[in-house]
């Protein structure tokens, strides 16, 4: 499996952007699909997913409210639709997935990265 992101941007305090993760190989339906993001000088930190054990989302606090994740099981892709943005979510983002279907938020979870889309939320 390989994930390429895109869809990331320079957008003003208060708006929005859609990434989207793009999978290429098959993806289990079972399979965790995360997003995570990594600003300057910090540690790559989760910020939604699909946990393939339950079929759930689940967001990081910092998420909630704003972000919704998404997808498109005919064209494997899942999206992140991020509304409200604040110059704090400036950050490289990336599209991750777990075979194993338990992987949640963290990082160390996930085995397939794809490339970062870069985020920057600036007046």
């Known amino acids: 499996v390989q994930l390429q992101a895109s869809g990331g941007g320079l957008v003003q305090p208060g708006g929005s952007l859609r990434l989207s993760c793009a999978a290429s190989?098959?993806?289990?339906?079972?399979?965790?699909i995360g997003w995570f993001r990594q600003a300057p000088g910090k540690e790559r930190e989760g910020v939604a997913c699909?946990?393939?054990?339950?079929?759930?989302?689940v967001y990081a606090d910092s998420a909630k409210g704003r972000f919704t994740i998404s997808r498109d099981h005919a064209k494997n892709t899942v999206f992140l639709q991020m509304n409200s943005l604040r110059p704090e979510d400036t950050a490289v983002y990336y599209c991750?997935?777990?075979?194993?279907?338990?992987?949640?938020?963290?990082?160390?979870?996930?085995?397939?990265w794809g490339q970062g889309t870069l985020v920057t939320v600036s007046s």
């Open positions: 991750a997935a777990d075979a194993s279907g338990w992987g949640a938020l963290t990082p160390y979870e996930y085995e397939t």
């Open positions: 190989g098959f993806v289990s339906e079972y399979c965790s």
């Open positions: 699909f946990r393939g054990t339950t079929g759930l989302s």
